[in-house]
């Protein structure tokens, strides 16, 4: 039973073909780099849709440009994550990167709402701070992409 459970986690949390979240990035191949790009442009894309789609909802219900600038900006998001799918450049990569700091720098700057407790801020910020973290991994990837071999055949 035990060896079963391994295998299906193996298969589906940590495929290194599909998921290959714990390979160095030297180590990775074209393959493998085009799932976790395409992973995380999916990540980071879906949130910043939604935003921009609640913010286009909330403008033309009421008619206030206030909140133009985040729909712009959660748009941006949106281009240049599918921009980082499709051309794995590192201008887009670096653009991504920016989203975890524009976060972090309006919680600097405005604040957390006042009902959170402190442990939650303070999970709202480890969280961001991780996933800073993660994206340098996503510019480390979209730097060496055009060198990565691809992935070997099947054998």
């Not at 790009?37 to 909802?57: D, E, I, K, Q, R």
């Amino acid at each position: 039973m035990a060896k079963d459970w391994h295998h299906y986690l193996k298969k589906y949390v940590w495929d290194d073909d599909k998921t290959p979240f714990l390979i160095g990035v030297p180590r990775l191949n074209r393959t493998q780099a085009k799932n976790e790009v395409f992973l995380y442009a999916l990540f980071l894309s879906v949130p910043a849709a939604l935003l921009c789609a609640a913010v286009l909802a909330y403008s033309m219900k009421n008619g206030i440009d206030v909140l133009a600038l985040p729909g712009a900006y959660a748009a941006s998001v949106c281009i240049a994550a599918a921009w980082l799918h499709l051309t794995k450049s590192r201008i887009a990569a670096y653009y991504c990167t920016a989203v975890p700091v524009v976060l972090l720098a309006y919680f600097l700057l405005h604040g957390f709402h006042p009902r959170l407790g402190w442990l939650d801020q303070v999970l709202i910020v480890a969280v961001l701070l991780l996933w800073l973290r993660y994206t340098l991994r996503i510019v480390a990837i979209a730097r060496r992409f055009p060198a990565m071999p691809e992935a070997p055949g099947p054998t």
